[in-house]
């Protein structure tokens, strides 16, 4: 007996790790049928397997090629009668042929189709008239145990009545099924599965009467139940309302097959099924899991009609961002153990397991803080995850490479955070969400997927609004102070201006024409007064002018003449400079006279001008500031050009204020209604979750503002409302702020209403205007006694629960990083609550679970386990892959569940 020797496919693990999608068409009849009836012998193939020129080859490629071209994935081979003649059996023929053989673009047909299921439908004789089942082996089983199988199913006796119809077996379903697990233990290395086809029609699983099917599907044999050609589950369940209970109970999945007798009608129908690997472990897994690996291809669409649905999974590279491996190169990182270490991730679900110490927390710190991607807003929490992923994770030395589909040049030129968004929470983070009003609105535009962009794009829209009011604001402050400014200089110039008019008109030109040139006499007097020093010196050196005594005849002849000696000469010098000092005093004296009387005629007058200036109401004092007066004045036109400019600029800003205030209350109704349109949605999808909103129920910026004051009062007047925020406060204080009579729903004393209408007059009143309050958006749980409780009064473990069923839920594809998300959450509340929205909702976005808890690995239906084990100084990937492959099996029941002994225990102790 020569075994089947299955050859390797590794591009299909290279494309997505882990558990991914496949076409998968489980019911396919061969040429082996030519005896009933039915088949058609292909065009290619053009005669009958029972001519001698019949080539199984070729039928056998054709075969898998019109699977190809209907981009059908996975195969169940089950005709009636698996030998076209006793010595020839096509289906072993088609598995040998994708297995070893090569398609004509020289790729190996196993690179093209994942998996072969060999199988048979026999009849077996549970009813009246038959009952039909799906035996589907993996290939291992090998061509010889195949046929001993099947032959055993049939009890000896040929499938075919002469007259084509099929015979039924004189076997009975149980003794088929304990006879293939014996033969399975005993020649053990391969598996196989049962499925019910056509389960609703002749000769169909549910002829039978319904409580010997349960009684039946009690014991676990049967994994599938396949639906009509033409029949969604809606209809189906829709007359058999005790179906849908019973097969979530024994966890029956349905699944829709082609039952194609001609390779043309391959593919005609098909499922959706998620694979780790080509075995009937895998299969089995998918069908125990079927609200998470098995989507339903056909069904009712919108319109009516019965057709292929819409939206289903891609079973090609996802587009929702995902990252695919994370390789770290470095000798001091914790994971350096051969030096570097690879991190395969599914773009779906994945759990990190492994013992304590083993570094699950070192690696997904690691990786938020590599990615740069937003730390946690609790410090301490912060400063733990930078410790572990600065230093524990990346080491001194080395580098950090990961991979992000798709993998162009475009993506790599990006960084990482814009590629891979992932949202993390670190241990005890995920408690935090409830008090964060950023991360809380996150989660509640992601729970209604018409909504979301719309919220996304308003929220956006108001924080640029707010930013654009900010700057504005701040704008205008200096530019109300540079008027201010410029309206006090030019209302002083434009004083000037009148006050110089009134002057005029009482015949000030005078008054100004006398100051002037008694000004003028006195800095004449000053000059002349400040000569005397120097008159004075003079003197005195020409006082101490002494003649030298000259003997030499030719010297004194020289020094006398007929016009007299030098003597003669020095006299007459000092006579000269007596004579200046005598003309300086009579220029004085002159001088003093003329100011004496200038002075006089400048005090009558100004007499007389104040005695007018008062009768027309101005000040005597005003006659002494002519000058500065004259000089403010002439700098009118230019203060008042200044100032009219920057009025103008103040009024065009205040107008662009107001428009930009109007759109932002027009954008925050528009929130509002989109906000109130997920709250219908959550309160249609949740019983006891709800959101509700309070009006600008955020008010932290708003009482930063109103106590930087620092007036008793108001301080006093604010804490008292905090406990109790009062709608719409912002809009309050503005139309308060406008007209102090609108101080209703304040609740303001007297005396503290008057000081804050004061205090809220001018620049502050802008400043008011800009502030932006959110509405305070709860998320709430009702309690058994009927109580609505906010997130914020549950306990860690209701407010945990909550948010991570919230999270997994929403329709955001952003990926989901959580390191122990099991933190305070019983099991039951798990089983309840998170595990159905993690197992209907993980497609839709990466989510990387590091976890000690076998009830997320195992009934939220990993598609990839990353198996952690670490010594006092390393850690490492073990292992990796699905439930459905040995190692990580036996990993999550010994780190997991203690080990099989343990799990034993429990079983016997819970009396199962």
Known sequence: MSPFIRQLAPSWGGLIPGVRWYRSDLHLHTLDDHLGGRTKVPSEVGISP????FDPKI?????????????????????????????????????????????DDEIPFREKIFAVFPGFEPNLSDGAAGVHFLFLFDPEIGRERYTRAYNASMGGIAPYHEGNSLKMSPKKFDETYDGLQNLKQAEGGWDFIVLAPHAFSNHGFFQEQKSQVLQQSAKHCLHGIELGDDKSLETTLSTRQ???????????????????YSVEDIGNRWSLIKLAEPTVAALKQAFLANDSRIRLAFGDREDGSYGLLPSLPDPGVPTHPWMRWVEIKSSTSFFSK???????????????????????????????????????????????????GQHRFAGMEGSISVSVPPDTYESASRPTKENWPAWFFTQGELKTLAGDDFGRAEVIHGLDPDQKPKLDTLLSEIRGKNHQLKELSEKRTGIFSRLTEEESAFNISNNAKLALVRFEDLGIADLHNIQRDTSRLRNLQSFIVGMESNIYGLSESVRNLV?????????????????????????????????????????????????DVGETHERELKHQLAVMLVQQGGRPEDLDQFDALSRSARDYENLKSSYERTKKELEELDNILTQTENSRLELREKYRESLTEVGKTVQSRYRDIRIRFIPQGNQDELGEFLTSFAQVGITRWWNERRTKPIENMHDLLCKFARNSSNYSGLELGDT??????????????????????????????????????????LSGGERTSVLLTLLLDSDDNRPLVIDQPEDDLNNRFLWDKVLPALRMRKDRRQIIFATHNANIVVNGDADQVLYFEANAEQGWVSSKGAIEQPKIRNAILEILDGGQEAFHLRKLKYGF
């Open 50 to 53: 029972i001519d001698a020129r």
């Open 59 to 103: 039928y056998a490629r054709v075969f898998l090629q019109k699977s190809i071209k209907k981009g059908i994935h996975v195969l169940g081979l089950t005709p009636h009668n698996p030998f076209a003649t006793p010595q020839l059996s096509l289906v072993w023929e088609i598995v040998e042929e994708w297995n070893s053989g090569i398609d």
């Open 242 to 260: 005790w179906l849908l209970p019973a097969a979530q109970k024994l966890r029956h999945g349905f699944f829709h097959g082609s039952d194609a």
């Open 338 to 388: 051969t030096g570097g270490e690879t991190f395969h991730f599914s773009p779906y679900f994945n759990c990190i397991i492994g013992g304590s110490m083993t570094g699950k927390s070192t690696f997904l710190d690691g990786l938020r803080s590599n990615c740069q991607l937003p730390m946690p807003s609790d410090r301490r929490l912060s400063s733990e995850v930078l410790e572990r």
């Open 547 to 595: 003649m030298p005594e000259i003997s030499e005849p030719t010297l004194v002849k020289l020094l006398t003449d007929d016009n007299g000696s030098l003597i003669e000469d020095f006299n007459k010098f000092g006579a000269s400079v007596h004579d200046i000092q005598e003309t300086k005093k009579l220029i004085h004296d002159r001088i003093q006279r003329a100011v």
């Open 752 to 793: 503290t209403k008057s000081t804050l209408w004061e205090k809220l007059q001018g620049e502050f009143l802008w400043r008011l205007r800009s502030i932006w309050c959110p509405d305070l958006v709860l998320i709430e749980k009702e309690l058994e006694n009927g109580e609505w409780r906010g997130l914020e009064k």
